[in-house]
């Protein structure tokens, strides 16, 4: 909520939220997400197994439907923490910052 707050005083511009639908479920029990749902729209990626739940407090813009890869951004900082192969996954722009500031290593 803070960052998304602080975003919109710097660059004044209304911001969306991007996440897989596994996270929509989970969305009441974020951090000050009532709050945070008053400041941003979601897109949300629909992803297999995780149902789209209409009652959620996330104001969703929109669902994506298409699927490129199942995976998770967990998934990834896994991967990455156990020297994992994750350059198909990323941007090499992505990896080399990454890897540069040493992220999800530990």
Known sequence: HDTVIE????FN???LWICGSDCV???ENWYRAQDLAKEIKFIVYDRKGFRVNSIS????EKVLDHRPDNISS???RASIKNNEDVSKLLSKE????????ELYKN
């Not at 975003?7 to 710097?10: A, C, G, S, T, Y």
């Open 74 to 76: 967990s998934q990834i």
């Open 13 to 15: 511009h209304d911001f």
């Open 94 to 101: 992505v990896l080399g910052y990454l890897n540069k500031m």
């Open 25 to 27: 479920k989970e969305f």
């Open 7 to 10: 975003l919109k005083k710097r």
């Open 57 to 60: 407090l996330m104001r969703i």
